[in-house]
């Protein structure tokens, strides 16, 4: 009964604190400027994240050491220096995004500006980090997450063609704008496999001391957590695709898609829509923040955990502090978030092989795995869809950029 | 015992079990007559900047000197050791030797200290 309930409260956490900035921003614009196109990169991505999840929590449960604290271990630190800094700077830069989205959330509700809303989004993180417990944090804002469960309430209501809906999971060359295609594909990728997931999860499975024993729970919520969670992602480009795209909407900022849940909820889409923004950011906001944290503190050994005091890891809890203050810089700039959340999710993708790459080898080694190394399906999947995207990312970027 | 393999780059506990650092560096005594004998692990940041980059090592260690007027890593002599696993044990309590989590208790002190909330929860 116990094991039910952890594999049930997995699973809720894996939907709710699926979607966040970079997911709801790069699929509502693939949905009004592709429709169903751009499907398969959400389909891709969710099956190389549920594998690499599934990975950093069957590497805790066996060894009892967090991926980071291996990677140091196993490669040394003139080696581990590059994918901790790789990592330390895809997490900052998207925790900006997540900060302007919660703040561009708050103003689509309340009115404002980003720059007025994005200080006490900050200090709302910063607080939730600094007086209450890894749980509370983990399973209260997974609940609230499950708000964004309203884009696949309309998904069911405006009743897509399933063929066409299909047909989407397939990846092709699109017909035009072949640029923006690719650069979409790179975006929802990066948004899909985040790395931070990665490193929050196998910290969170030592904070909670995980065994051997939890392995079968752990591949469950992997894989059908995961799925669920792909699925949510999936209904925003369903959505974004039957009511922007009619409208000829192309989604510049996160208010030109305000009105995306309107034809399904009425007047009340608009604060459906915030709140699934702001949930969704907030969340993945606190988990980035405590995932710098774990970084440094696992680099350099220091003492770490969300659920002790801050005066016994003083570092750790000032390593999320000092990160929250330079993450609202560009809210405070008044730098678009859709446009940080593009440019951090393509960063993510090109700095994705540094990161995975030494967990890849780390997984095929018995001296920390045991008997639970990787299978081959797991390697050949997780590598073909990360060569998949840095190609991607490196034809299309450019491209983008020199179009643009 | 394989130093690199073993030794290097591994968590060091203290007997609280508390995560104090990472073996850094490693002192060894070399003497032409006999295999060479590890002293002692040694943790702090102008050890591990060294090992990072020569260049970026010369640097932290000039800021490190300019700012406290020496330099302060930690050595952890093999006497003190209590079992090397995957982690280093020491038979030290971090909170009261003086010489060790000296940062962390500075930062205690001063900074998290003084914020609501940051000595209990």
Redesign the interface.
Known sequence: MKGLLKIALGILTSVGGYLEAGSIGTALQAGAAFRFALLWPIAAGTVCIAFLVEMSGRLAAVSRHTMVDIMRKRFGVSFHIWPFVAQLVVDLFVLASEIGGAAMAMQLAFGGSIRVWALPMAVLVWALLWFTSFATIENGVATLGLVTLCFVVATVQLGPDPHAVASGLVPRLPVSNAAQYGYLAVGMLGATISPYLVTFYSSGAVEEKWSPKDLVANRIVAGIGMSFGGMVSMSVVIVSALVLAPQGIQPESFKDAAGVLRPVFGAGGLYLFAASLGVGCLGAALELALDLSYLAAQTFGWEWGEDQEPSHEARFALTYTAALVLAIVPSLLAIDPLKLTMAAMAFTVIALPIVIGPLMVIMNDPEYLKTHTNGWITNIAVTAIVVLGVILAIVSIPLQFAGS | MDL?RDL?????LDKQG?????V?GVWLRVDARRPPRVLSAE?GLST?SH???KSFGRLVRAWIVRRSGRLRAVKFPVTVWTKLD?DLHVGLDAECQGQLLR???W??RN???R?P?????
């Open positions: 690199i290097l780059d591994t968590r060091i508390r995560r104090i650092g990472r850094d943790a591990v090992r990072i980059h995957k940062f962390e208790k930062l205690r900074i998290v200290n914020i909330g940051g000595g209990a929860r």
